[in-house]
């Protein structure tokens, strides 16, 4: 089931809600919990016993390190490594597979698994939750229903953002559930589901029919495509987090905040602490300061942005690919920080090598094949099939130039900033609110006609 | 520490028990036959509301774009008229990679058909297009447009598992 989808927005979602909303706040995880193990094995009535089955695990673990203090440090290796081997396995074995036979030339047979939606973001909820544990961040949850709501809560459960437990763990006995919440999680939702289904969806089918001309393409029309899929990625990916931040809201939850207009960012450093930043605060609490983070020798540095830049890129999928958008991320960071911040450029500049590095990682990001993005990064270049431009790139630009313009539009903060103008007033938020009706009507009427409605961040 | 022994071997065997589950499920036959697949397929051919005929190796060429002749078993039926949209085609593809690219043709397929009859064209058609089930099992790929396309997918789905 996804957000975007009509069987969520007019049977799953009242019906939780009218649920959630008459029970007495004692059984609102409980309820919560339920609904969230019935909105996953919605599509996923297998794995749905693997989710159980990590909660357990990870509840058991936590409680244990509790009670045992002296052995704490062997029981949360005993959780990672099992959290690590489920992930692994789903993930990553038939990409160990097919590597291994045709470095060796073996023919070692692996039955092909559908990955388990959302593996990588709720075994990485679990991982701080029993590190937290372990370091002393945060007791151990002693009710279950309370830890599976944690881990399970569907606004977040198949895309993230990656909740850490600390961040949110007083709110399963306290929370404050108020008209004024609802209301502005509401608007919230609404506003995330246009992102996707209004902006990402449409610059989505765009791009699509972009890459299909694969590498017979002019330079204009591959700057196109790659534009469309840079901006269908923001819309897509944070249009579902708005989403989750909204239904959390509209529950009494915080949720953290994933993306700060990532577009605007005038070097990759800054453009990673503004994209998908509940990934990669995961990364840094987890990974990168347990290094040693940047307060060791250069090299060591160096050693520490190559493993977390590699674990980045493995995390979105098992695929030379990511791999490689991983370690592209890592050199273009060392580079920043040991070479090009030497130099003062004009701010102008800094955004346009910016976001020029930024859409390269996403050619690679898309591609089939790296071979397909060496292709279509030469093409953006100037090796193009087609020459510079072709009817291709003009039909597209007079066709979609006008929705990439209103994408890098709803990219920038000025809208975030019209919108806080807005709420400040009465009308301005009645304003809000009848804008929103008028966008959900949109949304719907897109959904009832339109049959594009993937979302990229579920195959993560 | 005895009892967290205890306690982790219990969490490892529950574990050994979920991936049993997990992976032991739904493993696919590899010897399937056309001749199996046409019986399980009997009762939805001759149902009065799927009017279809048998495809030939043209049929599947000019309609699925696919050259089935190429695969080592096949069954097909193709609509007798050209505004239906009735269609039933399962490939024995001999390899999951073979069934995933014969999949992606199937998809094609139903892609144009819904283009074909979007936009109040062909309501009746989009309707049967939607109830469709496009899949792969193992080496197998199948494509049914049928009123029954549910109750079809599960008939097959029990001759190709084990």
């Keep these: 089931m996804v957000f975007s989808g009509l069987t969520f927005l007019f049977l799953f979602l009242p019906v939780t809600l009218i649920l959630y909303y008459i029970v007495p706040f004692r059984f609102k995880n409980a309820v919560l919990m339920v609904m969230s193990l019935i909105f996953y094995a919605w599509g996923e009535p297998i794995y749905v016993l693997l989710m159980i089955y990590s909660i357990v695990m990870n509840y058991a673990v936590g409680l244990m390190m509790d009670r045992e203090s002296d052995h704490k440090k062997s029981i949360l290796v005993f959780g990672i490594v099992l959290n690590l081997f489920i992930l692994g396995f789903f993930k990553y074995f038939g990409f160990l597979v097919d590597n291994l036979n045709s470095l060796f030339g073996l023919n070692i047979h692996a039955k092909k698994l559908a990955l388990p939606v959302g593996i990588s973001f709720y075994t990485f909820q679990a991982l701080s939750y029993i590190i937290d544990v372990y370091r002393g961040k945060v007791k151990s949850q002693k009710n279950i229903v309370n830890f599976a709501t944690y881990i399970t809560m569907f606004p977040q459960l198949i895309a993230g953002p990656i909740v850490r437990y600390g961040d949110i763990c007083k709110e399963f006995d306290k929370r404050f559930i ?30 699509e029919e972009i890459a299909a001309y694969g590498s017979g393409v002019s330079t204009v029309t591959a700057w196109l495509g790659a534009i469309c899929y840079t901006l269908q990625i923001y819309f897509d990916f944070s249009g579902y987090s708005d989403m989750a931040i909204g239904l959390g809201r509209m529950m009494g939850f915080t949720i953290c905040e994933n993306f700060n207009y990532p577009y605007v960012s005038k ?38 942005i190559l493993i977390v830049w590699l674990l980045t890129g493995l995390w979105h999928g098992a ?13 273009l960071l060392l580079l920043e920080k040991y070479v090009t911040s030497k130099f003062k450029l004009p701010g102008w500049l800094t955004y346009i090598f910016t976001i020029v590095l930024v859409i390269i990682g996403w050619v690679i990001f898309s591609a089939d094949s790296l071979g397909a993005a060496g292709v279509t990064v030469a093409s953006m270049f100037g090796f193009a099939a087609n020459g510079f431009v072709d009817k291709v790139g ?9 929705l990439i313009v209103i994408g890098v539009f709803f990219s920038m903060p000025v809208v975030g900033t019209i919108q806080k103008k807005l709420k400040k007033s009465m009308a301005g938020c009645t304003f809000l609110y009848i804008f929103a009706m008028a966008l959900f009507v949109c949304c719907v009427i897109y959904l009832v006609t339109g049959n594009y409605n993937p979302f990229l961040y579920f195959r993560f | 520490m005895k009892k967290i022994v205890a306690i982790e071997a219990l969490l490892v065997a529950l574990l050994v028990g979920v991936m049993f589950l997990l992976l032991s499920g739904a493993n696919v036959r590899e010897n399937v036959t056309a001749e199996e697949v ?17 495809g030939t190796e043209l049929n599947a060429k000019r309609y699925m774009g696919l050259n089935v002749a190429d695969y080592s078993a096949y069954v097909y039926y193709v609509a007798t008229q050209g505004m239906d949209v009735h269609e039933f085609l399962w490939v024995d593809a001999g390899s999951e990679e073979g069934a995933e690219e014969v999949l992606a043709v199937m998809n094609e397929r139903l892609t144009s058909q819904m283009e074909a009859f979007d936009e109040g064209y062909g309501p009746e058609q989009m309707a049967l297009l939607e109830k469709a089930c496009v899949f ?3 080496r197998y790929a199948i494509y049914i447009v049928s009123e029954d396309s549910e109750a079809w997918k599960s008939a097959i789905t029990d001759v190709l598992e084990e």
């Design chain 1, 178 to 207: 108020t008209l004024y919440s609802f209301g502005r999680g509401a608007l919230r939702f609404v506003f995330g589901l246009a992102k996707k289904v209004l902006l990402a969806n449409l610059l989505g089918e765009m791009f």
């Design chain 1, 267 to 304: 070097t990759v450093t800054e453009f990673w602490r503004r994209w998908h930043m509940s990934l990669s605060g995961w990364f840094k609490e987890y990974v990168y300061i347990p290094l040693g983070g940047n307060r060791v020798s250069a090299l060591k540095h160096v050693r520490n």
């Design chain 1, 319 to 331: 695929a030379w690919n990511f791999v490689v958008w991983g370690l592209y991320y890592a050199a």
């Design chain 1, 394 to 402: 003009v039909y597209y630009l007079l066709t979609g130039g006008i």
């Design chain 2, 38 to 54: 046409e019986a399980a397929s009997a009762q939805f051919v001759a149902s009065e509301t799927f009017s279809a005929k048998v």
């Design chain 2, 136 to 138: 792969s099992m193992g």
